[in-house]
């Protein structure tokens, strides 16, 4: 996918969740552990949250902000592309729950170093305000499903 405005990433984020949350639902499928597939249900309802609320700001971001060119998106995210696999292409239902919060953990980390980037290279105020608010939700979220999942290593 070519992303060449801010709508473009803006939707494009929205489909990174998606596309985790399908295989952290893929992974519950297939996991032999109870508290992995409990895990991994979990998730993969959070980031289907996710994906909701990420629609929500290309639905109420000023169309000025959305439409706005960012020429140096492409070549960011061939640089640094946002991956939801850093272990390879092992699925998360043969991941240990160590593993799985690894990786979600460490996706929703790339997400949030690719738009504080991204915001300080904003060139109009509506685009510096639409990926602060990104960037606070992403940073937010991440901070609560971190809370969330804490207890489950306890048991």
């Not at 998730?43 to 949250?49: D, N």
């Not at 699925?91 to 593993?99: A, N, Q, T, V």
């Not at 901070?143 to 999942?149: D, G, N, P, W, Y």
Request: hydrophobic letters at 40%.
């Amino acid at each position: 996918m070519s992303i060449k405005t801010f709508g473009e990433l803006i939707d494009w984020t929205r489909k990174l969740h998606e596309h985790l949350a399908h295989c952290l639902v893929q992974g519950a499928n297939q996991h032999k552990e109870e508290r992995a597939r409990m895990l991994l249900e979990y998730l993969a309802a959070h980031e289907a949250e996710m994906e909701r609320v990420v629609g929500e700001f290309e639905r109420t971001a000023s169309s000025q902000a959305l439409k706005t060119y960012v020429p140096y998106l492409y070549a960011e995210l061939e640089q640094r592309p946002i991956r939801t696999h850093r272990i390879g292409d092992v699925p998360y239902g043969s991941l240990s729950i160590d593993d799985i919060f690894r990786e979600v953990f460490d996706f929703h980390d790339q997400v949030i170093d690719f738009y504080r980037q991204l915001s300080n290279e904003a060139q109009i105020p509506e685009a510096e305000e639409l990926l602060g608010a990104l960037l606070a939700f992403e940073r937010h979220d991440a901070m609560r499903l971190a809370r969330q999942t804490a207890s489950i290593n306890e048991f």
